[in-house]
């Protein structure tokens, strides 16, 4: 069974920075793209960040731009969101998700269940 799990999150203040993990156990095969997604209370699940794994390309939101990065250890199936300059409007539950084929979006293959990341003012 595929598991997908999500750490790091947490609480901090504004300015300051977060490391978000991300492993996918239980599966073997390659995937096409890793991505983490976030949800705000009262919004919709948006992507942040993605890397294809193959090559190693990477998407970022334009909200995110210069302050995150996205990175991968494809040995052990794991991709890291590092966050810096964190605002209070990055204030969301943080999913990673992972692709087998297809790009990163809503129908990604697996999914974890989130981490919390809140940032105070």
């Known amino acids: 069974q595929v598991q997908v799990v999500e750490s790091g999150g947490g609480s901090v203040q504004a300015g300051g920075s977060l490391r978000l993990s991300c492993v996918v156990s239980g599966y073997t095969g390659n995937t096409n793209c890793m991505g983490w997604f976030r949800q705000a209370p009262g919004k919709e699940r948006v992507g942040v960040a993605a890397i294809y794994t193959g090559g190693g390309s990477t998407y970022y939101d334009d909200s995110v731009k210069g302050r995150f990065t996205i990175s991968q250890d494809n040995a052990n199936y794991t991709v890291y969101l590092q966050m810096n300059s964190l605002k209070p409007e990055d204030t969301a539950m943080y999913y990673c998700?992972?692709?087998?084929?297809?790009?990163?979006?809503?129908?990604?293959?697996?999914w974890g269940k989130g981490t919390l990341v809140t940032i105070s003012s």
């Open positions: 998700a992972a692709a087998v084929a297809g790009p990163c979006d809503e129908g990604s293959d697996y």
